[in-house]
């Protein structure tokens, strides 16, 4: 049973009681639709988002500098939240060329994330993640002196690491770590029944009695395998394992993370015409999928949004959920009302926006 509507009032959360109440931490890239969504679902203390800043600027037509833009709409959140330039992600000429240009730098000199940190020292409740580059050989020091520079302005780090080099990655985090940082093992989207995993696991946990911090197991459970064209209406997509959402404290750690409803985006051009939606059921802990008959935008208004109100799976939330959840009240808001929904980045919106809200209403 759920514990409470989170939209019933806004609080100011504090370090101390996301520390003392940590559960859940969805990873969001900083573009427009998850920044959205992220500003409409209230969270509690239970919830610690991880924000990846992949651009120097948000939009094409953002005004200011980096520090001038970041700060004021990260300060703007009013919650704790982790913040990341995701060195890990593999940057190929399908990349967005912008994404590539701020990342770049980025994962060719570790300075570059102290510099990038630096000019966000001024935003409350920003902790940042001090992490490698995965796709390199380790660069011993990496770990430890990005944190000696981070520690001269933060009050407490995320440390973010990879089944990649993690032995001498978690060695540098072991000799830096201390009481109230953060340690964050993400295995990207292997499965995290994997016995290989088992003594990464037992070491990041470990963690938490030595020195006192939080520890949060990271997978991305929908795969970039899933397409919209391969989905079908109603159905659970078979290959889509959320079992982390209820097993990650049987293997000692204190949270679990994802990506928040939806696939992790690989920032690439291309695609085309492709209307579908994921719809998130926790009562069966599922992802269903829905998809356009034809190639067509209207699909989400004429087709994908009734047929998901129509499920069992929607019907099983009830009628407080359907009304006060920001996802639900925005499938109801284009199939009954005036909005047409013809735009694949708003059902990005309302998958997240939906997801976050059932971690807070149920978890």
């Known amino acids: 049973?759920?514990?409470?509507?989170?939209?019933?009032?806004?609080?100011?959360?504090?370090?101390?009681?996301?520390?003392?109440?940590?559960?859940?931490?969805?990873?969001?890239?900083?573009?427009?639709?998850?920044?959205?969504?992220?500003?409409?679902?209230?969270?509690?203390?239970?919830?610690?988002?991880?924000?990846?800043?992949?651009?120097?600027?948000?939009?094409?037509?953002?005004?200011?500098?980096?520090?001038?833009?970041?700060?004021?709409?990260?300060?703007?959140?009013?919650?704790?939240?982790?913040?990341?330039?995701?060195?890990?992600?593999?940057?190929?000429?399908?990349?967005?060329?912008?994404?590539?240009?701020?990342?770049?730098?980025?994962?060719?000199?570790?300075?570059?994330?102290?510099?990038?940190?630096?000019?966000?020292?001024?935003?409350?409740?920003?902790?940042?993640?001090?992490t490698y580059n995965p796709q390199i050989p380790f660069v011993a020091g990496v770990i430890t002196g990005t944190a000696r520079e981070l520690r001269k302005k933060f009050s407490r780090l995320a440390f973010r690491l990879f089944e990649r080099d993690f032995s001498s990655a978690l060695q540098e985090v072991t000799s830096v770590v201390q009481a109230g940082d953060i340690v964050v093992l993400d295995i990207d989207d292997v499965a995290h029944t994997s016995p290989t995993l088992q003594p990464l696991y037992r070491e990041v946990t470990a963690l938490r009695t030595k020195p006192g911090c939080k520890t949060v197991?990271?997978?991305?459970?929908?795969?970039?395998?899933?397409?919209?064209?391969?989905?079908?209406?109603?159905?659970?997509?078979?290959?889509?394992?959320?079992?982390?959402?209820?097993?990650?404290?049987?293997?000692?750690?204190?949270?679990?993370?994802?990506?928040?409803?939806?696939?992790?985006?690989?920032?690439?051009?291309?695609?085309?015409?492709?209307?579908?939606f994921i719809y998130y059921a926790w009562h069966t802990n599922e992802f269903i999928g829905y998809r356009g008959r034809i190639k067509d935008l209207w699909e989400f208004k004429r087709h994908i949004g009734p047929k998901v109100m129509a499920s069992r799976y929607y019907a099983r939330y009830g009628a407080n959920h359907h009304s006060t959840c920001p996802g639900c009240l925005m499938i109801n808001s284009i199939v009954n009302g005036p909005k047409t929904g013809r735009h694949q980045g708003l059902w990005k919106r309302i998958a997240v926006m939906h997801y976050l809200y059932t971690m807070e209403e149920y978890l």
């Not at 060719?108 to 993640?129: E, H, Q, T, Y």
């Open 217 to 276: 197991l990271v997978r991305s459970a929908i795969s970039d395998t899933v397409t919209n064209i391969g989905l079908i209406d109603d159905q659970p997509i078979a290959s889509v394992d959320n079992s982390l959402v209820t097993s990650y404290s049987a293997y000692g750690f204190d949270a679990f993370g994802d990506f928040a409803g939806i696939k992790k985006d690989l920032l690439h051009y291309g695609g085309t015409i492709s209307p579908g």
């Open 1 to 130: 049973m759920p514990r409470r509507s989170p939209q019933t009032a806004r609080e100011v959360v504090s370090f101390d009681r996301v520390m003392r109440d940590l559960k859940y931490v969805p990873v969001l890239r900083h573009r427009q639709e998850e920044r959205i969504a992220l500003k409409e679902v209230r969270l509690s203390s239970k919830t610690l988002p991880l924000i990846e800043i992949v651009k120097e600027r948000p939009r094409a037509d953002s005004r200011g500098d980096f520090d001038t833009i970041y700060t004021a709409d990260l300060a703007e959140l009013a919650h704790p939240i982790m913040v990341d330039f995701p060195s890990y992600l593999s940057l190929v000429s399908s990349t967005f060329r912008e994404v590539a240009d701020f990342l770049r730098p980025v994962q060719l000199d570790p300075s570059r994330r102290i510099d990038l940190f630096g000019k966000l020292a001024s935003v409350p409740n920003l902790i940042p993640v001090v």
